[in-house]
């Protein structure tokens, strides 16, 4: 049986990348993927009328430069968020349209979650990217929730509630699932607070065209023969330096792997010998995030007349933050909503048409009527998934980095691991996927 | 094919209780396990010359009932933990023998401890076990870590160090690792912090004469045709009223399946359907906590002799708790030191010379110099265990029980789920797997 140089589990940005640098290495890889698609929870789905979704990860921006350049690389073009016009608060019930990036809500709120987003990102600054656990008072912020956090900086709920739907809004989740070691470490690795916010300067600021799948779709067009999609792996077993990897109806041999899956996915595989109890327990600890987007498609972005640009928050329903996805043309109008973290959860168990109804139903506070009739409403939740089990990507609980961060990127015998998570810059992003292929394919050629 | 009334996966008590009470109700019952031996996380270990050591789980105490019954059923007797003489305490590299339950600590740091423990005794009373997501202030208490609790209750630094042992004794993991809801419900689950943390009266007061898998055992022989041990389950599969499972060169037909397995292993299984996002969501976020038990065997129990109970604690090393784990009739003199949360996963670095040295080091500072030379030191990590992956059992961390605690207990079609995590009363403990396999079969039966 032959014995590939390496084996590389999961066709997403991060496995992708593992493979390219390999190859380019002149290993002879190959690429195994349990979907019938590369991407991962990167997904853009394309319609007969030529027009496009992203259902996963959408947005790039400044100093995301590994994707801008793998981009770049194949002439794939990226273009603005739509950004002209008001946004809209809709808060306690009250609907209130603003310029800029300030809120219109009570000085003292204001300048409470003012002072606690700036009082983040200086915190954040001592973190020790390759080594959180290493950082200034580590334990300390690991003992604490984000929530906790939250509760002692800001004293006015509305800061409160304000710095809540951003916290959710980075990361699929609730602030008190996530470590505030991880929130420090995950605001560093994408540089600030403001960065992860916001739209311009900021990682929503620009969106790829023809969709976020493209640069991934081309880049396996590059090498697909050393691509095998359908193929769940079960098991890894290492002996007297070979591995071999079985799944359903197959089974490969490799001198060295790479898992680029998602923690929680790569816990699940069967490992023989088993996994180190350190990265056993790790891998309990890592849940992904919790997301549905929504999206609710117009024969044009009606909204855009009205002066507004489709960016809404709200304290208020299940879709607490919109975007304006139209085509980079405006010939249509595509309203998406984020359905995020405990909101996340409850929408799960509703209905798909009690489901349609809410988020127009939330569409219309913000923009009109008008909303409440789009041509299409398509949903799709990220936690549903087989082969990601959650979104954006997995995060830590209070105590993981401490007691077990050094398992995430520590090599077992021959088997690597790759994937976002495992980056230290752009962490939980398409970027620190590619980063993260990168990383993984020089530990192994070195 | 044969269609069985009901499957159910994992022979512990939970799932030994559920299949006896489902053959009771005349029902046919096979019961699937993954070992070659039932009892779960219970393992008594038995030595050719007659003596034993309980790997697992090892104590039964007052209100303890089930477990209590179901020896008196099968004529196994307990008998008392070994509590006479003084109790040790090595703090601050000085150690102290003292009378009764009261550590020598200066009396600042004695009423902050005892002011924090009756405090939560109280806050605990509030709980409504059987849905703590809607008990008071469920949130507030689910967004915050049991170490964010301590480090608001208790301003002095020793209070806060004895009430952490206490903790990790008690979960098996590091204060910041367990959400104060789930801390709170744990131990309202158990009585009360006392009760959790005493030998007289409490949690540990006694130990199973054979050992703590003795009832399991002869629970297992009452219906032995019904058991299939080696049976590792991979996948369940829902189809018109149809359960398959599958697993590595079997396949079954039930009408009910009960899962009677920790959560996190609960979620490694393939289901078809998938489960629904919030079971996937919540398996993912129970992660087991970290123990080693660590057993030196001296010919006798000479610290008796010195009138030490074997009872100490300590803030420095790795093993932080111990126990006098003699036989009853004190033939020999068996030390058992329990390594904890944080101190396991580092202690799970270390090579087996590197272990035995640190902790006969330790008992050596606690019960003198002869501990250093036992005719045996043995050790046993759970999260190395491939079928448990951690004990004692599964913990919340933050934000899980409030968000997704309704889908730990609640059925998925024809699965039913059991294990000690699943139980309202005494959960993590043997009573508690009992009480949870008594309910999933009422449950399958209604």
Not at 276 to 283: C, D, G, I, S, V
Not at 327 to 353: R, T, W, Y
Request: aromatic content about 10%; proline content about 4%; charged content about 25%.
């Amino acid at each position: 049986m032959k014995i590939y140089d390496a084996i590389v589990i999961g066709a997403g940005y991060a496995g992708l990348t593992a493979t390219r640098e390999l190859l380019k290495a002149e290993k002879d890889v190959l690429l195994l993927e349990a979907r019938d698609r590369v991407g991962g929870r990167v997904y853009t789905k394309y319609y007969d009328d030529g027009s496009y979704l992203d259902l996963g990860a959408a947005w790039v921006g400044p100093t995301q430069d590994k994707i801008y350049a793998l981009a770049k690389e194949f002439g794939i073009q990226t273009f603005p968020t739509y950004d002209e016009g008001k946004s809209t608060l809709l808060f306690n019930g009250k609907v209130k349209r603003y310029k800029g990036l300030i809120p219109p809500l009570p000085i003292g709120s204001l300048l409470s979650l003012d002072f606690a987003i700036k009082r983040m990102n200086k915190l954040s600054k001592t973190i020790d990217l390759e080594k959180p656990w290493e950082s200034l008072n580590a334990e300390y912020y690991d003992s604490m929730t984000l929530a906790t956090w939250m509760d002692k900086q800001m004293s006015f709920k509305t800061a409160k509630i304000m710095f809540k739907l951003a916290a959710e809004a980075i990361w699929a989740a609730d602030p008190n699932e996530v470590s505030m070691l991880h929130a420090l470490f995950y605001t560093k690795s994408g540089r600030d607070l403001d960065t992860l916010m916001n739209v311009k300067n900021g990682a929503q600021e620009e969106r790829i065209l023809g969709g976020a799948s493209q640069p991934a779709l081309r880049l396996a067009e590059t090498f697909k023969d050393k691509i095998r999609l359908n193929s769940v792996v079960r098991s890894i077993s290492q002996e007297n330096d070979i591995v071999t990897i079985k799944g359903d109806g197959f089974e490969f041999l490799a001198k060295k792997v790479v898992v680029a899956l998602p923690p929680t996915l790569a816990g699940r595989i069967n490992y023989f010998p088993l996994m180190p109890a350190n990265r056993e327990q790790l891998t309990q600890r890592m849940p992904m995030g919790t997301v549905w987007k929504t999206y609710a498609i117009y024969d044009k972005p009606f909204w855009r007349e009205a002066g507004l640009n489709g960016l809404s928050a709200t304290n208020e329903g299940y879709t607490t933050v919109t975007f304006d996805n139209s085509p980079k043309d405006g010939s249509k109008g595509i309203m998406m909503g984020f359905v995020l973290g405990n909101q996340a959860k409850a929408f799960s168990n509703l209905s798909e048409e009690e489901r349609k109804t809410s988020i127009l139903d939330s569409f219309a506070k913000f923009y009109g009527e008008k909303a409440r009739n789009p041509i299409t409403y398509i949903d799709h939740s990220w936690a549903a998934e087989e082969f990601t089990r959650g979104c954006y990507a997995g995060l830590m609980p209070t105590g993981a980095w401490t007691s077990l961060g050094k398992a995430l990127r520590e090599p077992v015998g021959n088997i690597h691991w790759a994937g976002t998570e495992t980056s230290d810059v752009w962490n939980g992003y398409i970027d620190g996927a590619i980063r993260s292929g990168e990383r993984v394919a020089k530990e192994i050629l070195s």
